[in-house]
């Protein structure tokens, strides 16, 4: 499915975060969003998630406007945010229970089977997710995110917390689920991740640029970074 979004606003008070965002995510790629600290990375996934409304533009699915995100968009899309989104006095068990009940609870659970072989979370259904290591628990946000088998991954710094080994399961993931023709959109400041990304946009000043290939780190650093 491909995601498409135009003249997106987003104001905090006085502060106007986005003036003009607009970017492509095709389908089967993995689009990369990059920027300084602050610049609007997550304020935008938390729109295009549906979490936040925007003051102004438009999304598009497949060239399809969206009319109302904080309904739709949480069907389509798969959002990993940087904060967990865990409730941390319950077990991993039953915040994984509760997110399987947001949608066709026996389905989420058939595909919860397989997602907790793959992610490796299992030994610690029982644990209180307050227990859990910085890494663990981003594990299991992340199959909380692919429950409903989501089209489209929304990924804030997936990789943030977790260790090597963990780090190339996710890549070979990302890689996987676009060759299936799933669309990701990923935030991030890592060159691995970066690496995965078939396109990258910059955020400057609350406007997108598209990032043109074969520039060098250096490059799109001091262009659009720094
Ligand atoms: N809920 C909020 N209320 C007020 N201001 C906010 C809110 N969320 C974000 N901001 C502000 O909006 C701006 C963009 O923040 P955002 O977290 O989207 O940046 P980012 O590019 O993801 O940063 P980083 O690379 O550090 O993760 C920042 O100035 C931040 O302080």
Same mark, same amino acid.
């Given at each position: 499915?491909?995601?498409?979004?135009?003249?997106?606003?987003?104001?905090?008070?006085?502060?106007? *975060? !986005?003036? %003009?965002?607009?970017?492509?995510?095709?389908?089967?790629?993995?689009?990369?969003?990059?920027?300084?600290?602050?610049?609007?990375?997550?304020?935008? !996934?938390? *729109?295009?998630?549906?979490?936040? %409304?925007?003051? /102004?533009?438009?999304?598009?699915?497949?060239?399809?406007?969206?009319?109302?995100?904080?309904?739709?968009?949480?069907?389509?899309?798969?959002?990993?945010?940087?904060?967990?989104?865990?409730?941390?006095?319950?077990?991993?068990?039953?915040?994984?229970?509760?997110?399987?009940?947001?949608?066709?609870?026996?389905?989420?659970?058939?595909?919860?089977?397989?997602?907790?072989?793959?992610?490796?979370?299992?030994? $610690?259904?029982?644990?209180?997710?307050?227990?859990?290591?910085?890494?663990?628990?981003?594990?299991?946000?992340?199959?909380?995110?692919?429950?409903?088998?989501?089209?489209?991954?929304?990924?804030?710094?997936?990789?943030?917390?977790?260790?090597?080994? $963990?780090?190339?399961?996710?890549?070979?993931?990302?890689?996987?689920?676009?060759?299936?023709? /799933?669309?990701?959109?990923?935030?991030?400041?890592?060159?691995?991740?970066?690496?995965?990304?078939?396109?990258?946009?910059?955020?400057?000043?609350?406007?997108?640029?598209? *990032?043109?290939?074969?520039?060098?780190?250096?490059?799109?650093?001091?262009?659009?970074?720094?």
């Amino acid at each position: 499915m491909e995601l498409e979004i135009r003249d997106i606003q987003k104001r905090y008070g006085k502060k106007q *975060v !986005l003036k %003009k965002a607009g970017l492509t995510a095709g389908k089967g790629q993995c689009t990369g969003i990059i920027g300084a600290n602050g610049c609007g990375k997550s304020t935008l !996934l938390r *729109v295009l998630a549906g979490a936040e %409304k925007a003051d /102004g533009g438009g999304i598009f699915l497949d060239g399809r406007k969206i009319s109302n995100p904080s309904r739709e968009m949480a069907r389509y899309t798969g959002y990993i945010p940087q904060e967990s989104v865990l409730m941390p006095e319950l077990t991993v068990a039953d915040n994984l229970k509760l997110w399987a009940s947001f949608g066709d609870y026996r389905e989420n659970l058939k595909r919860l089977a397989d997602l907790s072989d793959q992610f490796r979370i299992k030994d $610690f259904y029982k644990e209180r997710v307050k227990n859990l290591s910085g890494g663990m628990e981003k594990r299991v946000n992340i199959v909380c995110a692919l429950l409903h088998e989501p089209e489209i991954l929304l990924m804030d710094e997936p990789s943030a917390a977790l260790d090597l080994v $963990f780090k190339q399961e996710l890549k070979m993931y990302i890689r996987d689920f676009i060759q299936k023709g /799933g669309s990701i959109l990923l935030s991030s400041h890592d060159e691995g991740e970066l690496s995965l990304c078939q396109n990258l946009w910059a955020i400057k000043e609350g406007e997108t640029h598209k *990032v043109p290939e074969g520039l060098s780190i250096e490059e799109i650093t001091s262009k659009y970074i720094a």
